[in-house]
């Protein structure tokens, strides 16, 4: 079954204290993006990677830190998390060949709470 | 000015009605359009996507597009309840390179669909 799976679904944390949230695509996507999401803000892109060690900024870079050492994987590392970074993330990956195949495909989330 | 701007809702329409959903986005160069459902907690899923001016049906739904007027909509014939849900329209930038991963999202506008 084709998917995007993200772990862990639901996170605690203390200010401070690093974690990571780990993404994996089974469907050979170049792209892969990492959203987090705010009541009235949307989807906003934290990184995205465009290929195995390629990666760039999105809208809300500052707290986080991302890597793409495999084409599947794409984690999400909080060095020193704070609590404005609780929030629900996504992971997603899509093809990104053409402007026709662009069609995102997301993991289930996973809720963050900074204490 | 956010990129890709939605019409903020909620939006409540009653059971059979027409739900009309409108996004306007401010990179003239955008080359694709996608619409969004996402149920309360769970992820995004790609309802329909559009990339050339006018009309795109697919079943209840009907995607427009105009790029003249950086205008993108999603009609929903004869509405049901379990239509309600959020709305996210996104918008794929100037093609080219590396933007094929960068979608931007709109706010969302919350849809509910009353018996």
């Known amino acids: 079954e084709a998917q995007v799976t993200q772990n862990p679904r639901y996170l605690i944390t203390v200010t401070g204290k690093k974690l990571t949230v780990t993404c994996s695509q089974n469907?050979?996507?170049?792209?892969m993006s990492w959203y987090r999401q705010d009541p009235g803000l949307g989807l906003r892109q934290i990184y995205y990677?465009?290929?195995?060690?390629?990666?760039d900024k999105g809208d809300v870079p500052e707290g986080y830190k991302v890597s793409r050492k495999e084409k599947r994987n794409f984690p999400l590392i909080l060095e020193s998390p704070s609590p404005n970074q609780t929030s629900l993330y996504f992971c997603?990956?899509?093809f990104g060949q053409g402007y026709r195949n662009t069609e995102a495909f997301f993991g289930q989330g996973t809720r963050l709470t900074v204490v | 000015q956010k990129e890709v701007e939605q019409n903020s809702g909620p939006l409540s329409v009653p059971e059979g009605a027409i739900a009309s959903l409108n996004c306007t986005y401010s990179?003239?160069?955008?080359?694709?359009f996608f619409w969004y459902r996402q149920y309360s907690g769970k992820s995004p899923e790609l309802i329909m996507f559009?990339?050339?001016?006018g009309d795109k049906e697919d079943g209840r739904f009907t995607a427009q597009l105009n790029k003249a007027s950086q205008y993108v909509s999603l009609l929903i014939r004869d509405s049901q309840p379990s239509d309600s849900a959020t709305y996210l329209c996104?918008?794929?930038?100037?093609?080219?390179?590396?933007?094929?991963?960068?979608?931007?999202f709109g706010q969302g506008t919350i849809l509910t669909v009353h018996p």
């Open positions: 990677s465009m290929n195995v060690e390629v990666t």
């Open positions: 997603a990956s899509s």
């Open positions: 559009i990339y050339s001016n």
């Open positions: 996104a918008a794929l930038p100037t093609a080219g390179g590396t933007s094929y991963g960068k979608l931007t």
């Open positions: 990179d003239r160069g955008s080359q694709s």
């Open positions: 469907m050979n996507h170049e792209y």
